[in-house]
């Protein structure tokens, strides 16, 4: 039995689409109540995690046409971007291309993705350009007043990861971890959101091929094509979208050993046109390999496990009992936590923390609370290396099954009320 995308939208614009959320249909298939090919015509999938493909073109108005004739080198909020590639002669304004994991000259832990999440949150940024002539010229900026404000993903939405371990016996600096990861075979650190991964569900990529609609950062957006680094056994995507129509909530910062990324949300719909693309989707988290790899290099395999052992049971948000803090004269939590999400304070002799909507889950506040005031489940696994079982715990996570679950139900909902079609 085949179907077509346009028998599909059909459905939707009538109202008699069956849509499921990743989810839900993995959470059927694990209870033996999946739904038959014949009851389901689209499943939302979706992923978030850090992305460091990310960058952003801007167009911003300078100053009044004439006073300058071409900008020699841009800054926002002191974070380096790339001039060009239009001149812009004499007009004012300057086009530029700024990395997500590029970072401020003033302060090396604010990048692209904590610059990009401020515009979205309606701050002001400041503008520093550097001109041809000699003269340099400040001003300031939002997204609002900003011409173009465009994201293109080089390396998005990739099918999972790799999970590392230090086998050294000395600290390694890394993108993987918050700090410098310790040595020795107890812990362990991963990206990936298993069993709902859009391209883990489309792994002959049938449907999300060039030109496939998303959600990327609950903007809508566009497939480009395979991005860089892709293979048929590790894929990943280049993506695009308007930046001014996207939620600050699925982007942000998130700072690393190796200094600032950037975290992005992505929700593609697999419209299930035949029994193929609907046998794809029957797996679940225990079924996906995971590499495990010595963090001195992904070249550098030494065991593997799935995801199951590292999402099933695990929780997704930290507990907190402020009654333990301690009031260290430095907490930890805020000088680590990737995304700048909590905040600790003394006032009137009591002790404030706040956890605001920043947080990742990643699993850095429990670890490095002296205090245990954070708590969280994040899981352990069994490694074997040089014929040697370890148990390892899971402390880093850089991808977010929360924010993850709400842009696929975001998706789900645009489809179900006719917002979204193939």
Not at 108 to 136: A, H, M, Q, R, S
Not at 137 to 152: D, G, K, Q, S, Y
Not at 241 to 266: C, F, N, Q, W
Not at 359 to 373: D, E, K, L
Request: charge should be negative.
């Amino acid at each position: 039995m085949e179907r077509t995308i346009e028998e599909i939208n059909k459905k939707i614009e009538n109202g008699e689409a069956n849509v499921f959320s990743a989810f839900d249909f993995k959470e059927a298939l694990r209870n033996d109540e999946v739904p038959s090919f014949e009851e389901v015509d689209v499943v939302t999938c979706g992923t978030c995690g850090v992305m460091s493909g990310t960058s952003a073109i801007f167009n911003i108005i300078v100053f009044e046409p004439g006073e300058f004739k071409k900008a020699k080198n841009i800054y926002l909020n002191g974070i380096p971007a790339s001039v060009g590639p239009c001149p812009n002669e004499l007009l004012g304004s300057v086009d530029c291309i700024l990395n997500g994991t590029s970072h401020s000259k003033d302060n090396p832990d604010y990048g692209g993705g904590f610059l990009l999440k401020d515009l979205l949150n309606g701050k002001d940024i400041d503008v520093e350009v550097e001109t041809i002539e000699g003269k340099t010229i400040n001003t300031t900026t939002n997204l609002e007043e900003i011409v173009t404000a465009h994201m293109i993903g080089t390396r998005q939405a990739f099918n999972n990861y790799t999970a590392f371990v230090n086998t050294g016996d000395s600290y390694v600096k890394s993108i993987f971890d918050a700090k410098p990861f310790e040595p020795g075979l107890d812990l362990i650190t991963f990206s990936g959101c298993g069993d709902i991964n859009p391209l883990q569900n489309d792994m002959d990529r049938n449907v999300i091929k060039e030109g496939a609609k998303i959600l990327l950062n609950g903007a809508p957006g566009l497939v480009l094509g395979l991005g860089t680094r892709a293979s048929d056994a590790k894929p990943n995507l280049m993506l695009s979208a308007d930046i001014k129509k996207m939620d600050s909530r699925y982007l942000g910062g998130y700072r690393t050993g190796m200094g600032p990324e950037v975290y992005d949300s992505v929700a593609i719909p697999i419209p299930i046109l035949n029994e193929e693309i609907y046998n794809n989707l029957l797996f679940l988290n225990e079924d996906i390999p995971l590499t495990v790899a010595d963090i001195r290099g992904r070249h550098l395999p030494v065991s593997k496990t799935n995801y199951g052992e590292m999402w099933n049971g695990a929780e997704k948000r930290p507990n907190i009992d402020v009654s333990k803090c301690i009031a260290c004269d430095e907490c930890l939590v805020e000088k680590y936590c990737p995304t700048n999400a909590v905040k600790h304070s003394i006032s009137d002799n009591k002790i404030n923390i706040d956890l605001n909507d920043d947080c990742f889950g990643c699993g850095s506040c429990a670890r490095y609370c002296v205090g245990n005031v954070f708590t969280i489940n994040t899981g352990s696994t069994t490694i074997n290396v040089d014929n040697k079982d370890y148990n390892v715990n899971i402390v880093s996570r850089q991808s977010d099954r929360v924010r993850a679950k709400e842009i696929i139900d975001q998706l789900n909902d645009m489809i179900l009320n006719k917002k979204f079609m193939f």
